[in-house]
């Protein structure tokens, strides 16, 4: 029986797969709002937290020091195997119990990070290549408030920039992006 994030993290997987899918090889060098990640470091870094958080779901380690080259070979087949393995991962009935011995936080808080992650940079990857997005909307329902409340843990750790000013009348996205410190207006120059 899973539990009440799994089938949110599996929206948020399936949302942003044909992003992931839809990159070409030419365009691994582009920008992305993530100013310190270039397509290719951001699908490397995506693919690592998506890896390494399947060990987490279960209470284990992961290493986060550095990241692997992972696209190699048939990476965004790939890709979508190891979002099935995330999911299948964080589907266990206990998986939201208890404090994660590899973060040391709350199992549902690290299941909002790698669910926000998903959502999140699955926006910078299509922003980044031009493809279009959108992020399932119960995932971004639950994602919003979770990132709101983690914001200022956040941003000293530096996973968040400095919030981004937005219109009062900004969809609840354009909100998430800017706590995250994203312009959700960003376009490549």
Not at 33 to 56: K, M
Not at 73 to 97: H, N, Q, Y
Not at 172 to 187: I, M, N, Q, V
């Amino acid at each position: 029986m899973a539990n009440a994030l799994s089938p949110l993290i599996d929206s948020a997987a399936r949302a942003t797969d044909p992003v992931v899918r839809g990159v070409e090889d030419g365009q691994l060098t582009l920008p992305t709002p993530c100013a310190e990640y270039d397509v290719r470091a951001l699908l490397n870094h995506l693919f690592h937290v998506v890896v390494g958080f399947q060990a987490l779901a279960a209470r284990g380690q992961a290493d986060f020091s550095t990241t692997p080259d992972y696209l190699q070979g048939d990476w965004r087949d790939r890709f979508g195997e190891e979002t099935v393995k995330l999911v299948e991962a964080w589907s266990a009935p206990d998986a939201l119990e208890g404090v994660s011995q590899g973060m040391g936080l709350p199992q549902r808080t690290v299941a909002h990070m790698v669910m926000g992650d998903l959502v999140v940079h699955g926006w910078d990857l299509a922003r980044a290549t031009g493809q279009d997005y959108r992020p399932d909307q119960a995932a971004l329902g639950e994602v919003r408030p979770a990132f709101q409340e983690m914001a200022p843990m956040a941003r000293k750790a530096g996973a968040f920039g400095e919030e981004v000013p937005v219109a009062s009348d900004a969809t609840p996205f354009e909100k998430l992006l800017a706590g995250t410190g994203r312009d959700p207006h960003w376009a490549p120059s």
